[in-house]
């Protein structure tokens, strides 16, 4: 939908698929990643983002289909989403590491060793063992050790996940500051609004991949609000109803009140009546502006409704978003 | 709140690694309340609650959870509680079944109320068409919900949770902060670990820790009233331009398609004169109401805390 155009493509998929057992974790995936490009690639628990990327670093064989890399595995540059350095090393240790590992001489690795301590600000911290790190300081490490060798693509399965909100905001700091050297980036999130990080998005569910836009998420919402309804001191009793709504994800609690996703007014206080009860739909209801993360659960809340009407569903690609 | 808190802890203090990582720290939570615990990565949110479960003696102060002192009756106490940490303590070379059979055992569960109590919990966790599959072939998001599952098979009055939505996708999450409201209905008291701080509505109280203190403990909406003053959003064609210079200048972040500009006090012709003289033009900037996530920036940049600091 938006191959890459001038520029040269670092990575390519092809009809990749990905079986574990009789499990289709990836279903005939292509997708293309360009020089300097930023590739988020979004989509609920179980959809096949971190086997994508796995495949893509060369961690995994694809069952079928081709991965194509120019560069070569062995320059890319890979964090998975759990802590996998090594805990009993240092800080410089793992990056001293991980440089070796990738062929770095003595000066050079010395050279970006410090790069890396001052582009995550580690360097206070260079001597203490990565076990003792805080979460967002080992996020900070694996992106490090990702980093050492200067790869041409880096791929970032999950970076924020556990990250506190001030650390967030600092490692993406980086990420943006990495991708504006021109580092093509290809990253998994299920955070949705860290979407904006990205120039091309691939949403994916149940192992397939289909290629969209912010925008286009954001269009196939048109039409629809928050509507929210103020709820003022004691919460127990609005808990205690939204414990009926696990399987709908389109009510949920917000800062300002209880939400609900809907079209029209009438529609959203009948959902209300369904799920948490008569009496909370006649309340006063506010208009909202939907968050990028409820435009994708409308998107994918569809697709579900779409694949029950419509058994044959599966045979075209936009259903799975 | 009732007469005797489930948990109690009176000048709690823990040094590790020469830092004093929890630092004379008073707690108290009633029954049936939902309390959030916030605090940035390293703030000692986890080492706090290894104290309160007794695996991990304090260097001084007491502690008290269900009655129960951490220190001299900790084996009692965890049997007591339900906890669920962030390290996935499971087994997943086990079947979801087998590891919440095994669990249910281990707390002492047998014959005809272990299999009501599997059951019960694997369908209120939807695992019923997952019971099969190894825990380790199971997508994350599986594997916490059997987490959840097991920490609830024994009815415990106390449920601890380390960071439970970390890594779940918006449905998920979305169900679990209203499963989690069914649970405070039900009298159970909920302790929790979030980065997630939109979703913390579910919350009676929070309490902010910052290097190892109580930087802060209310009702959220206490919370977000204690950090006063508009945050600024920004929005322009060049976004990226525009969050490079008032990350510059006010330390602004880019959330969503804004830049937003968390620190109180900042003037819109600041901003705007600002983005004038590194010729971004067409910028919009429009004042809104502080949210839990800007309270909790505040609070953090008001401290000693650095983020890259141990």
Redesign the interface.
């Known amino acids: 939908m938006n191959p890459p155009s001038q520029s040269e493509v670092l990575l390519e998929l092809q009809q990749v698929t990905v079986r574990f057992g009789r499990t289709v974790a990836l279903d005939a995936a292509d997708l293309r990643v360009g020089s300097r490009e930023t590739v988020a690639v979004l989509g609920p628990d179980g959809a096949g983002k971190s086997t994508l990327l796995r495949v893509m670093a060369g961690l995994l064989r694809p069952s079928g289909g081709e991965v194509r890399c120019q560069a070569g595995r062995g320059a890319l540059g890979y964090a998975g989403s759990t802590f996998d350095l090594y805990g009993d090393l240092t800080v410089e240790q793992n990056l001293e590491f991980f440089g070796r590992l990738r062929g770095m001489e003595h000066d050079r690795l010395e050279e970006r060793i410090a790069a890396m301590l001052a582009l995550t600000g580690l360097q206070d911290a260079r001597d203490r063992l990565a076990a003792r790190l805080s979460g967002g300081m080992k996020k900070g490490l694996s992106l490090a050790c990702a980093l050492v060798h200067e790869p041409p693509l880096l791929l970032l399965d999950e970076p924020t996940v556990g990250v506190d909100p001030v650390s967030k905001h600092a490692l993406w700091d980086i990420v943006m500051q990495v991708v504006a050297e021109g580092t093509a980036t290809v990253f998994t999130s299920c955070y949705l609004e860290e979407a904006v990080y990205a120039s091309r998005l691939a949403a994916m569910a149940g192992g397939r991949l289909v290629e969209t836009t912010v925008e286009e998420v954001l269009a196939e919402s048109e039409g629809w609000s928050a509507w929210v309804q103020p709820v003022r001191g004691d919460l127990t009793e609005v808990r205690s109803r939204l414990a009926r709504v696990q399987h709908e994800p389109r009510v949920y609690l917000r800062p300002a009140g209880l939400t609900v996703l809907a079209a029209e007014e009438d529609q959203g206080r009948r959902l209300l009546g369904e799920t948490v009860g008569g009496d909370w739909s006649d309340g006063e209801l506010v208009r909202s502006e939907l968050t990028f993360e409820d435009a994708f659960v409308l998107l994918e809340g569809r697709s579900l409704r779409d694949e029950r009407t419509d058994p044959d569903a599966s045979t075209s690609n936009e259903a799975a978003v | 709140m009732s007469a005797s808190p489930v948990i109690q802890t009176r000048g709690l203090t823990k040094v590790l690694?020469g830092r004093k990582v929890v630092d004379t720290l008073d707690l108290a939570v009633g029954s049936g309340e939902?309390y959030g615990f916030l605090?940035?990565?390293?703030a000692g949110k986890t080492t706090t609650l290894r104290i309160l479960l007794g695996l991990l003696d304090p260097d001084s102060g007491s502690s008290r959870v269900l009655g129960l002192d951490s220190q001299r009756q900790g084996a009692a106490l965890r049997q007591a509680v339900g906890y669920v940490s962030?390290l996935r303590s499971l087994y997943l070379d086990l079947t979801v079944e087998e590891n919440l059979l095994f669990f249910g055992r281990m707390y002492g569960l047998e014959g005809n109320r272990l299999h009501e109590r599997v059951q019960a919990e694997a369908s209120r966790f939807h695992l019923d068409a997952d019971l099969a599959r190894l825990l380790g072939?199971?997508?994350?998001?599986?594997q916490r919900r059997c987490s959840l599952a097991v920490a609830l098979l024994h009815q415990p009055k106390l449920l601890i949770l380390d960071?439970p939505t970390?890594?779940?996708?918006?449905?998920?999450r979305?169900?679990f902060?209203?499963?989690?409201?069914?649970?405070?209905?039900e009298d159970t008291t909920v302790i929790l670990t979030t980065?997630h701080?939109?979703?913390v509505?579910?919350c009676?109280r929070l309490c902010l820790m910052l290097t190892g203190r109580l930087r802060f403990e209310g009702s959220?909406r206490e919370m977000?009233e204690s950090f006063p003053g508009p945050v600024l959003l920004v929005s322009a064609q060049k976004l990226?331009d525009a969050h490079r210079v008032l990350?510059q200048a006010f330390g602004a972040?880019?959330?969503?398609?804004r830049v937003r500009i968390q620190r109180a006090g900042v003037e819109i012709g600041s901003v705007e004169q600002e983005l004038k003289r590194a010729g971004i033009t067409g910028a919009r900037v429009q004042t809104v109401e502080p949210?839990?996530?800007d309270a909790?920036?505040r609070a953090?940049?008001s401290s000693n805390y650095d983020?890259?600091?141990?």
Not at chain 2, 137 to 142: D, F
């Open positions: 690694g939902v605090g940035p990565n390293g962030q072939s199971c997508p994350t998001g599986v960071e970390s890594g779940m996708d918006t449905t998920n979305r169900g902060w209203a499963f989690l409201g069914g649970l405070a209905a980065h701080l939109e979703e509505q579910v009676d959220p977000v990226r990350k972040s880019l959330v969503g398609d949210t839990l996530e909790f920036v953090a940049g983020q890259a600091a141990p």
